[in-house]
């Protein structure tokens, strides 16, 4: 079985269990601060994916780093994971989790990049018409690529909206190349 496939069933299962039990808001930030320190720390990542050492080993690590810090229903999660020795697997089911976070509710997350920062004005007013468009809440992240030189690139989903300068004179550029080659024939 595929290591998306099982981490998807591991985050359905902890999604299920913490709405049981009522936790379900601080289980999803105690995903978030795996991801957060996967993500920050190679040498924890290399640790929980290699397989020379040993599960107890990466359990004592996990409940070093994380006990006290997450709700106590996450780092019996944590414990079960790695006894049956897929603690490799820990940060998929982070990301999955926050997948399945989202889906159940009615998060859509999106993304823009622009040349500048965008005003908090019209931050807002693309969040509205974005949460108009889909019916779901929005999570905007912005990025910034002076590369584009003007514009923005809009992400929601697989979806994408390119109205950047760049974009305009690339298209303007292979226009320009294919009626020149055209005029040759």
Request: proline share 2%; aromatic share 8%; no cysteine.
């Amino acid at each position: 079985m595929s290591e998306l496939r099982v981490a998807s069933r591991y985050a359905k299962s902890l999604i299920e269990l913490a709405e049981e039990k009522g936790v379900l808001e601080q289980v999803h930030e105690d995903m978030k601060l795996f991801t957060s320190v996967v993500s920050q720390n190679r040498g924890f990542q290399m640790l929980l994916r290699n397989p020379i050492v040993k599960s107890d080993k990466k359990l004592a690590v996990i409940n070093g780093v994380f006990k006290g810090k997450v709700n106590e229903m996450t780092l019996a999660f944590y414990n079960i994971v790695a006894r049956k020795n897929r603690e490799s697997l820990l940060e998929f089911i982070a990301t999955e989790f926050e997948k399945q976070y989202n889906l159940k509710k009615g998060i859509q997350r999106a993304s823009i990049t622009s040349a500048a920062p965008l005003s908090a004005a019209l931050r807002q007013q693309i969040g509205e018409k974005l949460a108009n468009e889909t019916g779901k809440t929005i999570q905007l992240e912005e990025m910034i690529d002076p590369s584009l030189i003007g514009g923005f690139v809009l992400k929601v989903g697989d979806k994408q909206i390119d109205s950047s300068v760049k974009y305009s004179l690339r298209k303007l550029k292979n226009n320009f190349k294919d009626n020149s080659y055209i005029n040759k024939l």
